[in-house]
């Protein structure tokens, strides 16, 4: 029993980690810009291409700093040339666009490295274990995913909280004219931190290609995950967001060793139910069955109960 | 007004003109089958699959004087998407219909095609399945037109519990699956057939986890472990297949994973070597069967030479072999005497006889069981990874009983 719980412990915040890694770039853009990304994943699945890529040409180091920069000038360009135009049609408008280049980039990466899973392993560098807990291994790269994401987590913080630009991205959001009659570049500072975004989605993208596989569906098999944790996190809160991934990877990874149902609660409660109970099939569901859809739930929960999410500071 | 005259002239000619084309009395077939989303890698290497077989026996002069015309259809996996295209299929003169992936599209194509041969006797369709492996199709819901050329499901996961019968150091085994019809199917024939064939064996989990969201199974290997089992048996494919694996492979388990689909479609390229000697897999066929490859898989793979191409599908060989000797031996390509003659139909192949069983039209050929290894002679997907058998069973002792009760033309 102690030794599932301290595996599912580490399990669960080895996932909170990544999950974090994955939707700290969404959460910049979306708090810093209020552009709601849904091209994010696809950034992201293209940092594990390029990473996959370039790790085949000149190794794996290289390919973890030249991969984000790629992802980096490619969200640039979007913003500049892409999202720049759309920003007047509003929200929706924006949300379409990225919708759209979601599904292009998706082509392109199909025609580009086929439909087909690469083979991805880890590379030798980092493909070791860095410790066993009751046997079971930990292997390096995850050691290096939840570093990368607490170092994304503390450079993001101190940059945005207590650095000059952090200010200046921060205003540009809310007092845009204002900032600009200060002499600031406010286009410029978009493109920025979209950049930045994109940068952060392609170095999770390096580590991702490991931990998932790459493929050309990697985007939507991660997409509607990242988008869960941004909105329990709450709408612009980086500490939100942490918070959310490590509740999230906790509470499913913990929901998967429970081999019980609704059914069994009621049952050592004494509360009888007939076996021709309509409900009788749902309450038999066993709470690890239905572990992967709790963030689901939460986030349907979070939205009627708290809109702004555990930390935001402003409703979605 | 002219321009519009003539190009409106200039698509009559050339409608006329493929029409002209089509004409000559081509024996035409359906291929539906996904072409787009995400199972589009499955359906585009079965086209692939059967144009060369199409092609090869066109080369060698059609069936009974009439070439093969292969029809191609995108199904979406949509079971409504299919009887769109079903219909327009058979208006376009198809009186074959090739499918594989998806048992609720085959549920829906083999309902339309009885109910389409009720109604319109004299145009009669058949439906080929090379692929979709829910047992129901050749029981509860078997009818006259529709032959199986894969094993069922439960004839898969008997072969599996055979290869485990014969390895006695599995005391343990874990049942995981995805949560619906499938997995649940798996799920139970595991257990009734591991009781029948190692009621020693003592089943130490069976986990059912909701169809493609598990984006990490590390929560999934850490039960495994602690249950302590030798043996874990899916019928996962795909991502919930290959992150599991990978998650396995990470964690340092140490089992062997028993699964259906391991075997093609990008899976060997996402496992590559971490599967070596521990993922094993049921199949009708294998590179690795004979010594020397077959020489209609050599040639398709000198014909098409990506890596995504890889020769796959034996049964389809089959199914081609059998259908023209059957339209050979009922001298004539109409669908109602090909049935016939196919029906309980005996043939040799290379690795042994099958049987078109007339009780229930499901195939019976030989099934291996076959586990990762780098060091066979053929690999696949270029992975320098292959497949070595561990047990062939022969085609007779797949035979399951069957509930089938089908009514037959008069």
């Given at each position: 029993m102690l030794e599932l719980t301290l595996v599912s412990l580490l399990n669960g915040v080895v996932y909170g980690l990544l999950l974090f890694m994955l939707s700290s770039g969404l959460t910049l853009i979306w708090s810093m810009m209020g552009v709601l990304n849904f091209a994010h994943a696809s950034v992201f699945m293209l940092g594990a291409y390029f990473s996959y890529q370039i790790g085949r040409w000149i190794g794996f180091w290289p390919a973890l700093v030249i991969a984000p920069i790629l992802c980096g000038l490619i969200g640039a360009a979007i913003e500049r040339y892409g999202l720049r135009h759309v920003h007047k049609g509003g929200h929706s408008a924006e949300i379409l666009f990225t919708f759209g280049l979601a599904y292009l980039i998706e082509e392109f990466v199909t025609m580009i490295w086929g439909r087909h899973p690469l083979s991805?392993?880890?590379p030798p560098a980092i493909d070791f274990s860095l410790f066993q807990i009751f046997g079971t291994e930990f292997p390096a790269y995850k050691g290096l995913m939840m570093l990368i994401s607490v170092a994304m987590f503390v450079f993001l913080w101190l940059a945005l909280k207590k650095t000059r630009i952090g200010l200046v991205i921060q205003a540009a959001l809310t007092h845009p004219n204002a900032v600009a009659a200060l002499g600031h570049n406010v286009p410029a500072v978009f493109v920025l931190v979209f950049a930045l975004g994109s940068a952060l989605a392609g170095l999770a993208g390096v580590i991702g290609g490991f931990a998932f596989l790459?493929?050309?569906?990697l985007a939507n098999t991660v997409g509607p995950i990242v988008f869960v944790v941004v909105v329990l996190g709450g709408l612009g809160s980086l500490a939100g967001a942490f918070i959310a991934s490590m509740l999230i990877g906790i509470v499913q990874t913990f929901a998967v060793a429970i081999d019980y149902s609704l059914l069994d609660l009621l049952q050592a409660l004494d509360v009888g139910v007939s076996a021709?109970?309509?409900?009788r099939e749902f309450y038999s569901i066993k709470v690890a069955q239905a572990a992967p859809i709790l963030p689901y739930l939460l986030l349907v929960i979070m939205l009627i109960v708290r809109p702004r999410g555990l930390l935001g500071t402003r409703d979605v | 007004m002219r321009v519009s005259l003539r190009s409106s002239l200039t698509a009559f000619a050339l409608a006329g003109a493929m029409y002209a084309a089509a004409a000559p009395a081509d024996l035409k077939f359906a291929y539906i089958d996904?072409?787009?989303?995400?199972a589009a890698s499955a359906g585009i290497l079965g086209q692939k699959h059967m144009q060369f077989f199409v092609d090869k026996i066109n080369a060698a002069g059609g069936v009974n004087g009439e070439k093969i015309t292969l029809l191609v259809y995108d199904s979406k996996v949509s079971p409504q998407e299919t009887l769109i295209v079903l219909k327009k299929a058979i208006d376009e003169g198809a009186r074959y219909v090739l499918q594989g992936n998806g048992s609720s599209v085959a549920h829906a194509i083999t309902d339309a095609v009885l109910k389409h041969n009720e109604r319109n006797p004299g145009e009669e369709v058949l439906y080929f399945n090379y692929a979709a492996v829910d047992p129901a199709l050749t029981?509860?819901?078997?009818?006259?037109w529709h032959f199986r050329f894969d094993a069922d499901a439960d004839m898969k996961m008997a072969a599996l519990a055979d290869a485990i019968k014969k390895t006695?150091?599995?005391?343990k085994v874990y049942l995981i699956n995805q949560d619906y019809s499938f997995g649940h199917a798996v799920s139970a024939a595991a257990k009734r057939m591991l009781k029948e064939?190692?009621?020693?064996?003592?089943?130490v989990g069976d986990e059912f986890h909701p169809?493609?969201?598990?984006?990490?199974?590390s929560p999934y290997v850490a039960k495994i472990k602690a249950s302590g089992a030798q043996a874990v048996i899916t019928g996962n494919w795909s991502n919930d297949m290959l992150l599991l694996i990978k998650a396995g492979k990470d964690a340092g388990l140490d089992v062997s994973w028993y699964t259906f689909?391991?075997?093609a479609l990008g899976a060997p390229s996402a496992i590559g070597k971490d599967g070596v000697g521990v993922v094993k897999q049921v199949s009708?066929?294998?590179?690795?069967?004979?010594p020397t490859l077959d020489p209609d898989a050599a040639a398709y793979e000198k014909r098409f030479?990506?890596?995504?191409?890889?020769?796959?599908?034996?049964r389809i060989k089959t199914m081609w072999a059998m259908f023209v000797a059957a339209a050979n031996k009922a001298k004539s390509n109409d669908p109602v005497k090909v049935a016939l003659a196919l029906e309980g139909m005996k043939m040799d192949t290379p690795l042994g006889p099958v049987e078109m069983r007339a009780d229930n039209h499901q195939l019976l050929q030989p099934l291996y069981v076959s586990t990762m290894s780098d060091k066979v002679k053929y690999d696949v997907e270029d992975t320098g990874v292959g497949f070595m058998t561990d047990v062939k069973i022969d085609a007779e002792a797949t035979r399951l009983p069957t509930v089938c009760k089908m009514d037959r033309p008069s």
């Open positions: 991805n392993p880890v790459t493929q050309p569906s021709t109970s309509p409900l | 996904p072409l787009s989303g995400g029981n509860e819901k078997c009818n006259f006695p150091k599995i005391k064939k190692r009621p020693d064996i003592e089943i169809l493609m969201k598990v984006q990490d199974f689909y391991a075997g009708e066929w294998h590179k690795n069967v004979a030479t990506q890596k995504e191409d890889d020769f796959a599908f034996w």
